[in-house]
């Protein structure tokens, strides 16, 4: 089995790469290692939902693989999910897709355009430990909310649990590719009017990659 993990940066899965003793194919951004009966390609997508839908397309463009693993840190609208906690986001939205009519916000549906402001994941790989992680649903930005009106008015639209700058595009390319996947994060903050004092990285990170070993391992 090949298994696709995508990373926006290479921070948030260097615990991974050194646990799967993995080597950087020549210059690029993608990173290889073997476990057991399971190749894994580790790919370092660049920050943001364009530079995901970029790497993505190429990817599978050129390479082949069984299923799609998006790793990354997440901020969450929801108190009762603990910093630190690991989640599944089975359904994502592209939040800023649409227009403003002076205090409203309008959808492509009310536009009458096109296109795909949500994802669902209805193609999610087999995997008991992914089985055991907390499902939720998130909202993908251009920029992380920080003021305590756009977060309620962001909040009333959406009712997200989870807030990211990749997981939608991640989402969205694999269902246009038909791949199984998941996209699996843990929260480094609350969304709130910023206050870096208050994240915690460093946990968020050892139990994301801590939870992606398991993962790897139970396939």
């Not at 009762?80 to 690991?86: C, D, H, K, N, T």
Request: glycine residues 6%; contains cysteine.
């Amino acid at each position: 089995m090949k298994l696709l993990i995508a990373s926006a940066t290479q921070a948030e899965v260097a615990p991974l790469l050194e646990k799967l003793s993995a080597k950087k194919v020549n210059e690029g951004n993608i990173f290889k290692a073997d476990r057991k009966n399971i190749s894994v390609d580790i790919m370092i997508t660049g920050v943001g939902m364009v530079a995901t839908a970029f790497a993505m397309g190429k990817y599978f463009g050129e390479n082949s693989c069984d299923a799609a693993l998006n790793l990354g840190l997440a901020g969450s609208f929801n108190r009762a999910i603990e910093l630190g906690s690991v989640v599944n986001i089975v359904q994502d939205h592209f939040a800023e897709i649409g227009a403003e009519d002076d205090e409203k916000f309008l959808s492509l549906k009310e536009m009458n355009l096109e296109g795909e402001a949500g994802v669902m994941n209805e193609n999610e790989f087999r995997n008991p430990v992914l089985e055991l992680i907390p499902k939720v649903c998130g909202i993908t930005v251009n920029t992380v909310h920080g003021n305590e009106k756009s977060i309620e008015k962001v909040f009333a639209h959406f009712h997200p649990d989870t807030e990211s700058m990749e997981g939608a595009a991640f989402l969205y390319a694999c269902k246009r590719q038909n791949m199984a996947c998941a996209q699996v994060r843990a929260i480094s903050n609350y969304v709130e009017k910023r206050n870096r004092a208050a994240w915690n990285i460093p946990v968020a990170l050892e139990k994301l990659n801590s939870r992606a070993m398991e993962i790897i391992n139970a396939f």
